[in-house]
């Protein structure tokens, strides 16, 4: 056993290692942030109420469904199923939604699924020689399917990974991309604090491809009476998808009262922006209601995230072992005003 947990830390914190030094290698001079140079940004936006009123600050306590997303080692130590419904009205009237379930294999881990979407209403196309619209419907889309696995090794070590088909559609054109998470949380360090790491979207590069790259082209403009329509097509750029590694510890103040507080910090360095810090708490009453705080992306440069707050609420239902968890989230998103997150988690 203690070669397995050797060889499987060994592998993970050389992958991490491995996608790190991508970050690190490929970064830009200081003063650029690297805003909108990958695709898939929509893998970045925070998933779950809980999380987002923690200012982001969850990759270690990932101790819910909403691992899936933050840390896959933190679904090891989740011992019943849990199924999370997630909305959130996002900037610009676009919907962010997410769905996700965590299912108990025994001694053999635990294995999770979850659907990432990020939709808006379709779109009149409209083009310079009709302003007011030609009569065709543009739809767009984000989408990633995950499927997850986490396992305990020891008492105070899990290890978990994810790996994501990604898809974005715009209009007759899509991109497609697989994706990996790795994770790792130390648990119970000096029987204070507990410990996570993850590198996130790990995978292949994203290139637009369809109907609307088929163009007509002239080769030669300058002469007269030659084919002005050619047929051509247009070949479109590849990019990487943001991977981001993140470290972070937490620790319960209070632990045995009734009104423990969790404190979390967390180091984030993205391919696609700066080095940020993320901070949070949550404030337990009698475990049945929660008062959350944060602030998100300190020190990242022109950023327009910061405050975030949000309530939990915890309840049995009579006469059965179900129990719900009801969460809100607001974060101040600065001239793009705010984004308000929903959640509802069922425990089984």
Not at 91 to 97: L, M, S, T
Not at 158 to 176: N, P
Request: aromatic share 12%; proline share 3%.
């Amino acid at each position: 056993m203690k070669k397995l947990f050797y060889i499987l830390l060994f592998v993970i914190l050389g992958g991490m290692n491995q996608a790190y030094a991508q970050i690190s290698f490929s970064s830009f001079k200081s003063d650029v942030t690297k805003v909108g140079t990958t695709s898939g940004a929509f893998l970045t936006i925070p998933v779950g109420a809980r999380a987002n009123a923690m200012g982001g600050a969850f990759v270690s306590v990932a101790n819910d469904v909403t691992a899936l997303y933050w840390n896959p080692a933190g679904i090891a130590s989740i011992t019943g199923m849990q199924l999370a419904l997630i909305h959130s009205n996002w900037i610009a009237d676009i919907k962010h939604d997410w769905i996700g379930v965590v299912v108990p294999l025994g001694i053999a881990g635990n294995v999770g699924f979850s659907v990432n979407s990020l939709t808006m209403d379709d779109m009149m196309v409209r083009t310079p020689a009709l302003p007011e619209g030609n009569g065709d419907i543009m739809e767009c889309y984000d989408l990633a399917l995950g499927m997850t696995y986490g396992r305990t090794l020891t008492d105070r070590f899990s290890i978990g990974g994810s790996f994501k088909y990604v898809r974005s559609q715009l209009w007759h054109m899509t991109a497609q991309a697989a994706a990996f998470d790795l994770g790792i949380m130390f648990s119970n360090i000096f029987d204070m604090f507990q410990l996570g790491a993850v590198m996130t979207n790990m995978g292949t590069k994203m290139r637009f491809d369809g109907r609307d790259t088929y163009v007509y082209y002239d080769v030669s403009e300058s002469e007269n009476g030659n084919n002005e329509k050619i047929d051509a097509k247009l070949s479109t750029e590849r990019y990487n998808l943001p991977i981001a590694f993140q470290v972070g510890v937490s620790t319960v103040i209070n632990r045995k009262s009734s009104f423990p507080l969790l404190l979390a910090v967390e180091f984030y360095e993205p391919s696609d922006n700066v080095r940020s810090v993320n901070v949070g708490g949550e404030w337990s009453f009698y475990n049945m209601v929660f008062l959350r705080g944060g602030y998100a992306r300190i020190f990242e440069k022109d950023s327009e995230r910061g405050l975030t707050l949000g309530a939990g609420y915890k309840f049995r239902i009579p006469n059965s072992s179900l129990r719900l968890l009801l969460d809100y989230s607001y974060e101040d998103l600065g001239i793009l005003d705010n984004s308000q997150k929903f959640s509802l988690n069922i425990v089984l």
